[in-house]
Structure formats: structure tokens, C-alpha cells
């Protein structure tokens, strides 16, 4: 297994010692998951409080989205981390970031002047780890690292009699709690996984608490940070939003890989994926959308699996490529003004 460097925070004892300590943030403690586990949150800049005289829908009825939010309020961007418990790169990559709003240097102690000052220009909004009660079953603090094994096994579990439950088949049941031998870092408590939770049902505590939290911030865009085996960085079209969304997805996209190309570090396009027989879900990035109006998209991180094909990127580039991320989505939303 590879040492994991200390520049890589990810346990719920470092984000709540983060919390406490952070002095710039204004912070605040969104809701308790279904274990019971805070959900910690750090804002940055002062809150958009242009008017909101109607809802998303119904601005949108109006052909007028002013009416939600006008077009020169304060750009606001909303990052989350850990809605699946084991994916620690982003939760790795918002505690660097929280470290450079903080003083200036991430947490390997490298100056970045860039970004806080990108910051400075947009309400910066972070919810380091949605999904505590995933993050606290996994032991390890990332799977950079280990083995496509161990990233199932701590991913998505096992079934009661050992065998692991996989990627997509854990799917098959929802909520899994009572059907598990090992239950993965996928799920929360009571085993839901809060990217495929009832969004117009009664839903987790920790999906309310994000869709709420959407619905206060008005964000403009929501990055959900994931990781994706030995994937480049990779942003996911999200389904059952405009089209006008999934080119803003595919525009950041390119940014990045114009960004990351000095540092030799490649991120993917963003194409439409080809239609399939089974229709897409309607997932929390989508559900988020429809809430708010945000470019909405899923941030699949390199894992470095080392048994399994792909590149196989160190902690310290995954990180980078997270910081390049974020400045590129702040550029981004300060130049659509
Ligand atoms: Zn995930």
C-alpha cells in the first residue's frame, strides 16, 4: 500500500478539527446523518442576496430566470465531497482548498496565490464530507494506492454471504441496509446511497440537507466530487438537464485540460454519452439542478488503482488536479458574468 502522504486529510476527526479551527469561514453545521454525524459546512465571501421572487420552476414558467436570480447577482459556487464514503481524493482535494482560503499555502505547505484570489471574486460554498457515516466505516484514509479489491470492498461492500457487491450491481437493492455482510462507504447508516435517494419522497437527512442547502445558496454551479477508478479527470454530463448546462459542463472540461496540459496532467472531455436502451437516473446532481438552476456535474477523480489499467497518478497530482478544478469552475462562473 502506498504511505499516505500528510497533505492528505481525509478522516471526519481532521475535517472536524478543520471546522473549528478554520478562522475566515463562516461555518455551520448543515444537519446529523442518519448515524447521527455532523455534516460540516465553510463559506466563503459574502452571501448573494439579490432578490428571489419565484422558485427555479416557476421562473423558469415565467421565461425569466431573473425572477430566481438576477443575472449580475454574486456568482456562487458549491462543492461537496464524500457523498460516497471511500471516494477520499476530493474530500483530500477541499482540504487543500480550505487550507489556501485559510492562509495561503495548502496543506504540503506549496503558496498559491491564484486561487484564493479567484476566490475573492465569487461566494465559495464547501461540504468537505456529505456522506459521514460512509466516510467513518472506511479504515483507509484514500485507496490511492491499493487494489481494485480493496475499492469494492470498502466502495460498495458485501453481500451476507462475503462476495462483494460491485459496481453497478449494489444498485439493485436500495437501500441495502439488512442485505449487506460488510456494508460499503456507498451508504449512509441506514443504507442509502444519497446519489440515488428519493428526491421527491421523504429522503436522507443528508439529500435534504444538500437539496436545502442548494435552495439557500442559489449556487451556480455544484461540483459533486467522486472518485473513478483510474479515470483522468473526468466530468460526468449530468442527465435531464438543458442542453445549455451540458455544454457548460463540456466548456469547463475543456479549461481544464487546457489548464492541467503545463503540469502534464490530462483531464477528459466532456461529451454527451450515447444513448442506451435503459434510460439514465435522475441522480442527486440532476435532483440538484431542477432545485436551483446550477451547472450541476459529477467529478470523477484518478484512484490509482495500481492492479488495474489507466493512469496511476500520486496523491500530490490527484490533489492538484482537484486545485485546478476549482480555480478553472471560479474563472469560469466570474467570466459568464
Ligand atoms: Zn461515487
Redesign the pocket.
Known amino acids: 500500500m502506498t504511505e499516505t502522504p500528510a497533505f492528505w486529510q481525509t478522516t471526519l476527526e481532521e475535517i472536524s478539527h478543520t471546522f473549528l479551527e478554520a478562522q475566515k469561514a463562516e461555518k455551520r453545521i448543515l444537519a446529523f446523518s442518519a448515524g447521527n454525524r455532523p455534516l460540516y459546512c465553510l463559506s466563503y465571501g459574502e452571501k448573494d442576496i439579490s432578490p428571489c421572487n419565484a422558485n427555479y420552476s416557476s421562473a423558469l414558467g415565467a421565461h425569466d430566470k431573473a425572477c430566481y436570480k438576477p443575472k449580475d447577482a454574486k456568482p456562487t459556487l458549491l462543492l461537496i465531497g464524500a457523498?460516497?464514503g471511500q471516494?477520499t481524493e476530493g474530500v483530500a482535494g477541499l482540504m487543500n482548498l480550505i487550507s489556501l482560503m485559510e492562509t495561503g499555502r495548502d496543506l504540503a505547505g506549496n503558496p498559491n496565490e491564484a486561487l484564493p484570489e479567484a476566490a475573492s471574486k465569487i461566494r465559495l460554498v464547501i461540504l468537505p464530507v456529505a456522506n459521514p457515516d460512509g466516510r467513518a466505516r472506511v479504515e483507509p484514509k484514500g485507496i490511492v494506492g491499493m487494489t481494485g479489491y480493496d475499492l469494492r470492498y470498502w466502495g460498495q461492500g458485501t453481500w451476507k454471504d462475503g462476495s462483494l457487491c460491485g459496481w453497478p450491481d449494489c444498485k439493485k437493492i436500495h437501500p441495502i441496509k439488512g442485505h449487506e455482510g460488510f456494508l460499503g462507504g456507498y451508504y449512509n447508516d441506514d443504507g442509502i446511497n444519497l446519489m440515488h435517494d428519493n428526491f421527491f419522497h421523504p429522503m436522507a437527512k443528508e439529500t435534504q440537507a444538500i437539496l436545502d442547502l442548494c435552495a439557500a445558496e442559489r449556487p451556480d454551479m455544484i461540483l459533486h466530487l467522486?472518485?473513478g477508478s483510474n479515470s483522468e479527470g473526468n466530468l460526468l454530463q449530468t442527465a435531464y438537464v438543458p442542453p445549455e448546462i451540458s455544454a457548460a459542463i463540456e466548456a469547463l472540461a475543456k479549461r481544464c485540460i487546457e489548464a492541467g496540459k503545463p503540469e502534464g496532467l490530462v483531464f477528459a472531455e466532456a461529451p454527451l454519452p450515447p444513448a442506451e436502451e435503459t434510460p439514465p437516473s435522475f441522480n442527486l446532481p440532476s435532483a440538484a439542478h431542477h432545485v436551483c438552476g446550477a451547472i450541476s456535474a459529477v467529478y470523477e477523480s484518478n484512484e490509482c488503482l495500481i492492479d488495474e489499467p489507466g493512469p496511476h497518478l500520486s496523491h500530490a497530482q490527484i490533489t492538484r488536479m482537484h486545485l485546478i478544478l476549482f480555480e478553472q469552475a471560479m474563472k469560469m462562473l466570474c467570466e459568464g458574468r
Open positions: 457523498e460516497h471516494e467522486h472518485g
